[in-house]
């Protein structure tokens, strides 16, 4: 028996693994389907005898891998929807949160931190001309008053916001 079942798993092999690969199908795939269609002879197809072993045992493979074929597929549609949800998810938390901080620094008192940030950011305006808008000495000064600005509007909006500014 365990020699006829050997010759069974040599003549199918090739068949099998042209099957297998034909279809992506990796090394591993070929030898599980393979055992899995020699168990399924084992426990039925020796007992019915309709068909020659080597045909019975090759028609088995065939569905087996195309119901794993299909499994798979649904296996990586779902993980790709998932994927595709989770940064919907993430795209709309991000514009959330973004329009939260607008709201809350267009909210904000307006003070020179504001308008510093707004010539810089909003207006483009380079560090020579915000030191010359707002009668600073030099662009170091200016840089110095951007980095205290963005700094303040950074702590205000934490208390204003934590949620969106956890530990960082």
Not at 106 to 117: F, S, V
């Amino acid at each position: 028996m365990e020699i006829q079942f050997d010759v069974l798993r040599n003549a199918c092999l090739p068949f099998v693994k042209k099957m297998v690969i034909r279809n992506s199908g990796s090394l591993e795939d070929i030898k599980e389907i393979l055992s899995d269609a020699l168990c399924v002879y084992c426990i039925k197809g020796q007992a019915k005898q309709l068909a020659q072993p080597k045909t019975y045992v090759c028609a088995i493979p065939k569905k087996l891998w195309m119901k794993e074929l299909r499994r798979r597929n649904t296996v990586l549609k779902h993980a790709a929807r998932l994927r595709r949800h989770n940064e919907d998810m993430q795209s709309l938390r991000c514009a959330h949160e973004e329009e939260q901080v607008l709201c809350a620094f267009e909210n904000l008192p307006d003070d020179r931190n504001k308008q510093i940030l707004t010539a810089f950011y909003i207006e483009q305006m380079s560090m020579a001309e915000i030191a010359h808008c707002f009668e600073l000495p030099s662009e170091n000064a200016a840089k110095k008053q951007k980095f205290r600005a963005i700094n303040n509007v950074r702590t205000l909006l934490r208390h204003q916001l934590p949620h969106v500014f956890h530990a960082e």
